[in-house]
């Protein structure tokens, strides 16, 4: 167990303005921790940095810091890096993250998703700042063999984004390889389905265009922006047809990334760790529209249309090695996650910038 506040190391924040980066930068800034957020904002808006220090109140907000520039481009990190005289470690959230976009625009995925984090390995190998803890996902398991997915499984990408974060968890290991012993510290995180908002109703998830993913699509149905959802795959072998997935609460990703740093911190040892976030239970696609629907009160109205193709009938983790290593476990389900979706969506239906 890996306890204890921050004590005011200095930590940047690729990609913080987005929407696990936002909820994870309130919690850092409550436990202590002084933050650089760097992002492009090609995927969200400083609004949501806005929102983050009207929630951590006058106190800590000045403890965030804001730096508008792009991972692909090394002068902007060479500025960053200098102003701020380096950093005590790296919380790796920026990239882009559509599945289907993926396959449509391989070269933009690598060009945004790997050359950005090479960029950011070099600068942090030039300034000396060799900790980080980085977003991966539970798509490195691609089409798991066994479920409950367990870290040390086979890994296997089906897509160039998938691809994007296999790569960078090799480039990691190798990098870390290379050094001396204890001179790099890595963590990577592997999420499961990341849903759910702000208890404040304040931050949450806000997709440009039509959503891929299950909830923000529910979301935008249930007020109004979308007429139905269409369910993809009702012949799945599971309970009802539809297919299984592991859905966490953003708050809890939020902790989850401060107990790796705790460990990052506290672990001369780690090297490059891999952990799973997930709950380690699984819910099916109608079964996430009926506990939205209680939530809200509002009828989704749905349309089963064939599966989509790529996806795998179930995908949930284990979550043992986080639990015994991190010291950190879920704490919400599903009934929570719905509810501050739902109470974001109804505060916030447009989003951050109103009725775009
Ligand atoms: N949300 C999910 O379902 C999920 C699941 C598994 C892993 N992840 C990973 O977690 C991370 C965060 O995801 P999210 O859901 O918060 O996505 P998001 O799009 O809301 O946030 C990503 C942020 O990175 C910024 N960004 C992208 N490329 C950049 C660049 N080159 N330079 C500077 N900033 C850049 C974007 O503007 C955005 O603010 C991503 O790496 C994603 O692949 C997300
Ligand atoms: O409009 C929709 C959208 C999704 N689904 C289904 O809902 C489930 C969940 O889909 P989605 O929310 O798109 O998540 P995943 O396909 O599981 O992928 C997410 O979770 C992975 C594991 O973390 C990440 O790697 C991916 O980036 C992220 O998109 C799947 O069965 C989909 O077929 C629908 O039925 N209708």
């Known amino acids: 167990m890996v306890s204890g506040k921050g004590r005011g190391e200095r930590i940047l924040v690729t990609g913080g303005a987005g929407f696990i980066g936002s909820h994870t930068v309130v919690e ?20 949501a940095l806005h929102r983050v220090c009207h929630l951590v109140g006058p106190r800590l907000s000045p403890n965030l810091q804001f730096h508008h520039g792009d991972l692909c481009n090394p002068a902007d990190l060479d500025r960053l890096f200098n102003a701020s005289s380096s950093f005590d470690a790296v919380i790796h959230f920026a990239g882009l993250k559509g599945v289907g976009d993926s396959v449509l625009n391989p070269l933009h995925y690598y060009h945004n998703n790997i050359v950005g984090t090479v960029n950011l390995f070099q600068a942090m190998a030039k300034f ?22 367990a870290e040390e499984s086979k890994l296997h990408a089906m897509n160039p984004y998938g691809r994007s974060k296999l790569f960078a968890e090799e480039m990691g290991r190798d990098i870390e390889k290379a050094g001396g012993e204890g001179e790099w510290r890595m963590i990577f995180l592997r999420y499961f389905n990341p849903v759910g908002a702000h208890e404040s109703g304040k931050l949450g998830e806000d997709p440009r265009g039509i959503p891929n993913n299950l909830m923000p699509y529910i979301q935008q149905v249930a007020v109004g922006r979308l007429p ?7 012949d799945y072998p599971t309970n009802d047809g539809t297919a299984v997935r592991d859905y966490i609460h953003v708050m809890d990703l939020a902790h989850g990334h401060v107990a790796a740093l705790r460990k ?4 001369d040892t780690i090297g490059c760790t891999a952990y799973n976030l997930g709950t380690g239970r699984g819910t099916s696609v109608l079964e996430m529209v009926a506990a939205f629907e209680k939530a809200s009160g509002k009828k989704i109205p749905i349309k089963m249309c064939p599966r989509r193709p790529g996806d795998a009938t179930a995908v949930y983790a284990s979550t043992e090695k986080a639990e015994k290593e991190l010291g950190w476990k879920a704490k919400y389900g599903i009934e ?9 969506v109804s505060n916030n239906p447009w989003g951050y910038q109103g009725n775009h």
Do not use: I
Request: with cysteine.
């Open 228 to 234: 139905h959802l269409n369910v993809y795959g009702h």
């Open 264 to 267: 990052l911190f506290a672990n």
């Open 128 to 149: 000396n700042c060799k900790k980080m803890v980085f977003s991966s996902s539970a798509t490195v398991y691609g089409q798991p063999e066994e479920v409950p997915c």
């Open 28 to 47: 850092l800034l409550r436990q202590g921790y002084k933050v650089w957020v760097m992002d492009n904002l090609q995927n969200s808006c400083v609004e």
């Open 336 to 344: 929570e996650m719905c509810r501050d979706q739902w109470n974001w």
